[in-house]
């Protein structure tokens, strides 16, 4: 699932988006990748309270696997769940998320440029997204990791900013 420029910005009224403030730096597209990648966990963490669904964990190996995938696309310069004919299974392989037994995961990919890439931004246009939405409410997920990674892209102009999350849970066997 991915949401690119086109996508008409989200209502800031929608009621699973956490108020202006409440995430420090949320909005501030130039703040440090680790304030953004904090405040994008904030945000995940206040729509999901709100819909009364467990909280998320922050996954090393899900984030190794969300920076790898941020990695190849920049690689390929291609905004796409498969960069360089990549199976979607590939970056959750490499970073070893699949060793322990088998998972269920789910990705949402984003880019903007300027305000539209601050974390409220991606987030927003995630939650207008049905398929989006979907994954970020997902009840069965338990654990998520963020990529923040500045990147060039063929049709993407300078400055652009890629989010990948991955969300997931450890299969029931």
Known sequence: ?????????????????????????DADPDAH????????HCLIRHLRRER?????????????SAT???RRIAACRTFTHHPCGDELAVPFRQAQVTRAGRWIVGEDLAWGVGEEASARA??????????HRRVLLDRRVTHLGLRRRRLRMRGAPRGSVLWVAHLGRPARR
């Open 1 to 25: 699932m991915h949401a690119g420029q086109d996508e008409p910005p989200a209502a800031e009224d929608d009621p699973l988006l956490a108020p202006p403030g409440r995430c420090r730096g």
């Open 122 to 131: 991606i987030l927003a246009r995630w939650l207008r997204s049905p398929s």
């Open 68 to 70: 790898y995938k941020a």
């Open 33 to 40: 990748h680790r304030t953004q990648r904090l405040a994008m």
């Open 52 to 64: 009364d669904l467990p909280r998320l964990r922050s996954s090393p190996m899900l984030r190794r």
